[in-house]
């Protein structure tokens, strides 16, 4: 055998061969640097763990113990139920699986099992397992009880064909010789400076610790440096976005701002009038602008928006707003032109089902600078568009951006600066370790003339009760939104599926135009749906998640969303805010098999930043990141909110680094560097200028 690295294939470590590679491939275990780096998702120790003797019934509990005996009971009504009886130095109990007769081929005598599950009596005392492990074999020294003698287990992400346990005997077996392999990245200045653990004995702690105290420690130094080299990518991000802008700078002129405030049909906030002075700073500077304006719903992105906008008009150049979607656009140049028509501008629109003749129009508009103000999808910085002089871009919605397209987009046109928009509240600590290269504009205050949102949650029960209630709403002028987690009913999902629904509204409110759209249609005809319905021409919509961003119908009063167990708090949050866009009150009801803690959470508070906290501390830090694209957060270790004081650390170091190395270039810096790139290797563009 060649002598081991850390870009070894695992097939050529001993023990593992062809056939385990093949399943160490399905959890992302291909080389010997990813095997040291599968990492356990949970530790069993002696503090976790109730003696058999102890078991009580009523409890909810975890055990370990050795498979005394075994088998499967019949019963009258044909089911089929395996038992084992678990014994430890305590005493012994019977642990029952119902209708899992199969287990019988997988468990054997003298095993040495970590069950939890609830204990009842039924003859005695039983443990029903909800789940289950193999700790040793009959045959292993572990079978000595590990928990007794006071081990601490790690327990790892495992597959078909491999358990856990054999993971961890594989990872055992390599150990010390792969860690011997890795060396430490960070400088030993910096190390000592943030009072670290080196990198091989935090590896060492994780896979093999005294206690679950060591584990949680050399867990944080590794979740550190993630976080280190996602900070160093959105260090870089930021470098590269503000280099000069050539000797561009905005002037504060106040003729078209000023006359825009005067006529706006509101006062603006106090978040509105500072976000705007931010922006204004950075537009008046000599750095590009790249900031972030992140707000809840119906809190005015947009007007602010249109600020920044018209600033850069002021100064003779031109602005483009950018949406994800056609529709979206439309309701943003439908925004724009109310708005500045008191101030006699006419915004353009370039989406892609104008005709040819149409958009050949408006691009040599754009070219010779007599249009000043463009609202359009992505197409808008595509090479067929030139602008005579674009000075600013508003980005909405652009959450699918990664650090490498937004530092592409830097590079456009004359430079512009770069503003994006979000309507997804996320806490303080994502929007740091996602939008780390931005700054960061925050909107919580929602304008006066908005109508009040009422959320309650209803019982299957009342299905009936509730839609006569919607009924009603409809019946009076207003329109409602309908929306189901499932576009149609399987056999697996007992789930009240959309076109189902759909369909049966539609026999029962003869009355009522009702219409339905879902991810599966092709965007021209979803659009076509939903345009219909900001038009007044359909009563109800029945939909999937594909309205929870992007549709703006202020005569909009009632959204009844099904299941809503079945989705997170903060997408229930960003349904929510498809009502309440008018001055009238408005409705959001959940109608739920059963009332949960989350959902009275819910609907207790609409402030979206505290409903995306509540969201992170349920899910961790999960989709709140959003669909992952390049150069978006690659985090596995780092565990949020928990660890919102190493991001915090990881800023810190990353900022003494960069401040001193842009590049990464000298030779205490290069390691970073390379890891950093390992990780992210498409921020590699990051690094190639500037």
Same mark, same amino acid.
């Given at each position: 055998?060649?002598?081991?690295?850390?870009?070894? +294939?695992?097939?050529?470590?001993?023990?593992?061969?062809?056939?385990?590679?093949?399943?160490?491939?399905?959890? @992302?275990?291909?080389? !010997?640097?990813?095997?040291?780096?599968?990492?356990?998702?949970?530790?069993?120790?002696?503090?976790?763990?109730?003696?058999?003797?102890?078991?009580?019934?009523?409890?909810?509990?975890? !055990?370990?113990?050795?498979?005394?005996?075994? $088998?499967?009971?019949?019963?009258?009504?044909?089911?089929?139920?395996?038992?084992?009886?678990?014994?430890?130095?305590?005493?012994?109990?019977?642990?029952?699986?119902?209708?899992?007769?199969?287990?019988?081929?997988?468990?054997?005598?003298?095993?040495?099992?970590?069950?939890?599950?609830?204990?009842?009596?039924?003859?005695?005392?039983?443990?029903?397992?909800?789940? #289950?492990?193999?700790?040793?074999?009959?045959?292993?020294?572990?079978?000595?009880?590990?928990?007794?003698? @006071?081990?601490?287990?790690?327990?790892?992400?495992?597959?078909?064909?491999?358990?856990?346990?054999?993971?961890?005997?594989?990872?055992?077996?390599?150990?010390?010789?792969?860690?011997?392999?890795?060396?430490?990245?960070?400088?030993?200045?910096?190390?000592?400076?943030?009072?670290?653990?080196? /990198?091989?004995?935090?590896?060492?702690?994780?896979?093999? +610790?005294?206690?679950?105290?060591?584990?949680?420690?050399?867990?944080?130094?590794?979740?550190?440096?993630?976080?280190?080299?996602?900070?160093?990518?959105?260090?870089?991000?930021?470098?590269?976005?503000?280099?000069?802008?050539?000797?561009?700078?905005?002037?504060?002129?106040?003729?078209?701002?000023?006359?825009?405030?005067?006529?706006?049909?509101? +006062?603006?906030?106090?978040?509105?009038?500072?976000?705007?002075?931010?922006?204004?700073?950075?537009?008046?500077?000599?750095?590009?602008?790249?900031?972030?304006?992140?707000?809840?719903?119906?809190?005015?992105?947009?007007?602010?928006?249109?600020?920044?906008?018209?600033?850069?008009?002021?100064?003779?150049?031109?602005?483009?707003?950018?949406?994800?979607?056609?529709?979206? !656009?439309?309701?943003?140049?439908?925004?724009?032109?109310?708005?500045?028509?008191?101030?006699?501008?006419? +915004?353009?629109?370039?989406?892609?089902?104008?005709?040819?003749?149409?958009?050949?129009?408006?691009?040599?508009?754009?070219?010779?600078?007599?249009?000043?103000?463009?609202?359009?999808?992505?197409?808008?910085?595509?090479?067929?568009?030139?602008?005579?002089?674009?000075?600013?871009?508003?980005?909405?919605?652009?959450?699918?951006?990664?650090?490498?397209?937004?530092?592409?987009?830097?590079?456009?046109?004359?430079?512009?600066?770069?503003?994006?928009?979000?309507?997804?509240?996320?806490?303080?600590?994502?929007?740091?370790?996602?939008?780390?290269? /931005?700054?960061?504009?925050?909107?919580?205050?929602?304008?006066?003339?908005?109508?009040?949102?009422?959320?309650?949650?209803?019982?299957?029960?009342?299905?009936?009760?509730?839609?006569?209630?919607?009924?009603?709403?409809?019946?009076?002028?207003?329109?409602?939104?309908?929306?189901?987690?499932?576009?149609?009913?399987?056999?697996?999902?007992?789930?009240?599926?959309?076109?189902?629904?759909?369909?049966?509204?539609?026999?029962?409110?003869?009355?009522?135009?009702?219409?339905?759209?879902?991810?599966?249609?092709?965007?021209?005809?979803?659009?076509?749906?939903?345009?219909?319905?900001?038009?007044?021409?359909?009563?109800?919509?029945? !939909?999937?998640?594909?309205?929870?961003?992007?549709?703006?119908?202020?005569?909009?009063?009632?959204?009844?969303?099904?299941?809503?167990?079945?989705?997170?708090?903060?997408?229930?949050?960003?349904?929510?805010?498809?009502?309440?866009?008018?001055?009238?009150?408005?409705?959001?009801?959940?109608?739920?098999?059963?009332?949960?803690?989350?959902?009275?959470?819910?609907?207790?508070?609409?402030?979206?930043?505290?409903?995306?906290?509540?969201?992170?501390?349920?899910?961790?830090?999960?989709?709140?990141?959003?669909?992952?694209?390049?150069?978006?957060?690659?985090?596995?270790?780092?565990?949020?909110?928990?660890?919102?004081?190493?991001?915090?650390?990881?800023?810190?170091?990353?900022?003494?680094?960069?401040?001193?190395?842009? $590049?990464?270039?000298?030779?205490?810096?290069?390691?970073?560097?390379?890891?950093?790139?390992?990780?992210?290797?498409?921020?590699?563009?990051? #690094?190639?200028?500037?």
């Amino acid at each position: 055998m060649t002598q081991l690295r850390l870009d070894t +294939p695992v097939k050529f470590l001993k023990g593992i061969g062809e056939r385990r590679a093949e399943a160490l491939a399905r959890l @992302g275990v291909v080389t !010997a640097h990813d095997l040291l780096w599968h990492l356990p998702h949970r530790y069993i120790d002696a503090s976790t763990v109730t003696p058999v003797a102890r078991l009580k019934v009523g409890d909810d509990a975890a !055990a370990v113990g050795r498979v005394a005996s075994k $088998g499967v009971l019949p019963t009258r009504r044909g089911l089929r139920i395996f038992h084992a009886v678990l014994r430890d130095q305590s005493g012994a109990i019977e642990c029952v699986w119902p209708g899992q007769a199969f287990l019988d081929r997988s468990i054997e005598v003298g095993q040495t099992l970590l069950v939890a599950g609830p204990v009842r009596f039924y003859h005695g005392r039983q443990l029903a397992p909800r789940e #289950f492990l193999v700790l040793a074999e009959a045959d292993d020294e572990e079978g000595q009880d590990p928990i007794a003698a @006071g081990r601490v287990l790690p327990v790892y992400p495992a597959t078909q064909g491999l358990s856990h346990k054999i993971i961890r005997g594989l990872i055992g077996r390599h150990l010390e010789q792969l860690i011997g392999l890795s060396a430490e990245i960070l400088p030993d200045d910096l190390r000592r400076r943030f009072e670290l653990p080196t /990198l091989p004995e935090a590896l060492h702690s994780v896979h093999h +610790p005294k206690s679950t105290a060591e584990a949680e420690r050399g867990r944080r130094r590794l979740a550190l440096d993630e976080l280190v080299d996602l900070q160093l990518m959105l260090g870089r991000a930021r470098h590269v976005a503000k280099r000069g802008r050539q000797g561009v700078a905005f002037e504060v002129k106040r003729e078209l701002t000023t006359r825009l405030k005067e006529n706006l049909p509101w +006062p603006l906030t106090d978040d509105q009038r500072r976000a705007i002075r931010e922006i204004t700073g950075d537009m008046t500077a000599p750095d590009r602008m790249h900031r972030l304006l992140m707000g809840d719903v119906g809190t005015g992105k947009t007007v602010v928006a249109l600020f920044a906008m018209l600033l850069a008009v002021e100064n003779d150049y031109q602005a483009a707003l950018m949406a994800p979607t056609e529709l979206l !656009a439309e309701q943003h140049h439908l925004t724009l032109t109310r708005l500045l028509a008191p101030l006699g501008i006419a +915004p353009g629109l370039l989406v892609g089902r104008l005709s040819a003749a149409e958009k050949e129009k408006i691009r040599s508009q754009l070219a010779a600078g007599s249009m000043r103000i463009v609202v359009g999808t992505h197409a808008l910085v595509q090479e067929t568009v030139t602008f005579q002089r674009l000075g600013v871009v508003i980005i909405d919605e652009q959450h699918r951006f990664g650090v490498e397209q937004r530092a592409a987009l830097m590079a456009k046109g004359t430079s512009p600066d770069v503003l994006l928009l979000s309507a997804t509240p996320i806490p303080r600590s994502l929007a740091l370790t996602r939008y780390g290269d /931005l700054d960061m504009s925050v909107l919580k205050q929602r304008p006066p003339g908005r109508g009040t949102i009422r959320t309650t949650v209803r019982g299957t029960s009342q299905r009936d009760k509730v839609l006569d209630f919607v009924h009603g709403q409809c019946i009076g002028g207003r329109q409602a939104y309908i929306v189901l987690p499932v576009i149609e009913e399987t056999e697996k999902a007992d789930l009240l599926a959309a076109k189902t629904m759909a369909d049966a509204l539609t026999a029962r409110w003869d009355d009522l135009a009702v219409g339905l759209v879902h991810g599966r249609l092709k965007a021209p005809e979803r659009d076509q749906v939903m345009r219909a319905f900001r038009e007044g021409d359909l009563d109800v919509l029945v !939909a999937t998640t594909v309205i929870e961003v992007g549709i703006d119908v202020p005569n909009a009063s009632v959204m009844l969303i099904e299941h809503p167990e079945r989705f997170g708090l903060a997408q229930l949050h960003q349904l929510r805010g498809r009502v309440g866009r008018g001055g009238e009150e408005s409705h959001c009801i959940l109608l739920a098999g059963r009332a949960a803690d989350r959902l009275k959470a819910f609907a207790a508070t609409t402030d979206g930043f505290r409903i995306a906290e509540l969201d992170l501390e349920e899910r961790r830090q999960g989709d709140l990141l959003g669909h992952r694209q390049s150069g978006d957060a690659e985090i596995r270790v780092a565990r949020f909110p928990d660890d919102n004081d190493l991001l915090g650390q990881a800023r810190e170091l990353t900022r003494a680094v960069l401040d001193e190395d842009p $590049g990464l270039e000298l030779p205490k810096h290069r390691p970073l560097k390379a890891r950093a790139l390992t990780r992210y290797p498409k921020a590699e563009v990051l #690094f190639r200028v500037g």
